[in-house]
């Protein structure tokens, strides 16, 4: 009966072996979250702030097979016209291989009151952020929009 026991155990013992690296392959596949920000307009008019999960991949040559984006825009200036904007500007590759470029803006004209966003896209190649703080509009200004640097979130060669 000792025998059985100990045969029993070594039988237990090899196939706990032989699963680990299935159970360290399917790790691997999980994505993996990232915080960003805070980030701050000019004058410190504006906040945004998040995280970015991307999906895990074995080649470090292809774009993300989706990048999940969840933040949130702040408009820290006292005058109600005026807004605190957060531009997202994704490059990605459409279903034919084609390199496509979209955009989302978010913002909010009450000065502390948190405005919430969060949005996925598949096969990306590049996120990129910007922060402004404008005069109330239904879109951001042309300035706001291409004055100045964008700050990168994800690129999927890194």
């Known amino acids: 009966m000792t025998l059985t026991r100990s045969l029993a155990g070594i039988t237990l013992a090899a196939g ?3 699963l680990a690296p299935l159970a360290t392959a399917t790790s691997a596949q ?3 979250a990232k915080s ?10 504006a906040k945004v702030s998040g995280s970015l999960t991307a999906a895990a991949k074995n080649d470090r040559s292809l774009p993300a097979p989706y990048v999940k984006v969840a933040g949130s825009v702040t408009s820290l200036n006292r005058k109600a016209s005026t807004c605190g904007w957060a531009l997202l500007r994704v490059s990605y590759f459409d279903a034919a291989g084609e ?4 955009s989302r803006d978010y913002r909010t004209c009450s000065y502390g009151a948190k405005k919430t966003f969060a949005f996925t896209f598949k ?14 509009a239904t879109k951001p200004s042309l300035t706001c929009q291409y004055a100045g640097s964008w700050k990168t979130l994800y690129v999927y060669y890194k």
């Open 16 to 18: 706990v072996l032989a």
């Open 30 to 32: 999980a994505a993996a």
């Open 36 to 45: 960003w920000g805070p980030y701050y307009a000019a004058g410190s008019k």
């Open 99 to 102: 390199p496509r470029l979209a």
């Open 123 to 136: 096969n990306v190649a590049v996120v990129e952020l910007k922060v402004c703080s404008e005069a109330k």
